[in-house]
T-cell receptor, first 113, second 113 residues
Framework: NAGVTQTPKFQVLKTGQSMTLQCAQDMNHNSMYWYRQDPGMGLRLIYYSASEGTTDKGEVPNGYNVSRLNKREFSLRLESAAPSQTSVYFC????????????FGPGTRLTVT | GENVEQHPSTLSVQEGDSAVIKCTYSDSASNYFPWYKQELGKRPQLIIDIRSNVGEKKDQRIAVTLNKTAKHFSLHITETQPEDSAVYFCAARGPGGSYIPTFGRGTSLIVHP
């Protein structure tokens, strides 16, 4: 099992450009999450999908959109990147229901200039 | 929503000493409290978790204690080793799929040989 995979690993964007971060899991998990990690701020939830077909906003959703493409894949889109979106982005998944352990992907380091 | 406070933000110890990291939470409905370890440049990984029906849990050199009345929980690492150096995150979440986990801001643990 590959677990949770993310692409790309690194990305540099110019202000105003758009991009999509891809995430996939092969553990048949129901729930998937997108976090951003900034120094001293911990892990902040951007969006999550409790189950296939549903998505909900987290703590910091502004400037982002998500798509739960199927049970395996959950993508994060930046429509018009801003320097404030420079961060490390982690995707995570969990089985759902009353099984709570989250498994994280390797992360994407995004720089917006 | 849930609010998780984590202290200290940085903890420096000598090899062999014990380390304690503390977290408080605000939502009395929270019933699951995981701890994640993140080594430099790596993804967060679960090291231990506790549910609200248990007061303490141990796994070799690490233990977690929970005080539901005071709404705080702690991570204890005994006989610290240099490989314990990492950022540790606590989190809290409520029951069922409608709850999402809230993370603390992290503690950077440095173990000096």
């Amino acid at each position: 099992n590959a677990g949770v995979t993310q692409t790309p690993k690194f990305q540099v964007l110019k202000t105003g450009q758009s991009m999509t971060l891809q995430c996939a899991q092969d553990m048949n998990h129901n729930s998937m999450y997108w976090y951003r990690q900034d120094p001293g701020m911990g892990l902040r939830l951007i969006y999550y999908s409790a189950s296939e077909g549903t998505t909900d906003k987290g703590e910091v959703p502004n400037g982002y959109n998500v798509s739960r493409l199927n049970k395996r894949e959950f993508s994060l889109r930046l429509e018009s990147a801003a320097p404030s979106q420079t961060s490390v982005y982690f995707c995570a998944s969990s089985e759902g229901g009353y099984s709570y352990e989250q498994y994280f992907g390797p992360g994407t380091r995004l720089t917006v200039t | 929503g849930e609010n998780v406070e984590q202290h200290p933000s940085t903890l420096s110890v000598q090899e062999g000493d014990s380390a304690v990291i503390k977290c408080t939470y605000s939502d009395s409905a929270s019933n699951y409290f995981p701890w994640y370890k993140q080594e430099l440049g790596k993804r967060p990984q679960l090291i231990i978790d506790i549910r609200s029906n248990v007061g303490e849990k141990k796994d070799q050199r690490i233990a977690v204690t929970l005080n539901k009345t005071a709404k705080h929980f702690s991570l204890h690492i005994t006989e610290t080793q240099p490989e314990d150096s990492a950022v540790y995150f606590c989190a809290a979440r409520g029951p069922g799929g409608s709850y999402i986990p809230t993370f603390g801001r992290g503690t950077s643990l440095i173990v000096h040989p």
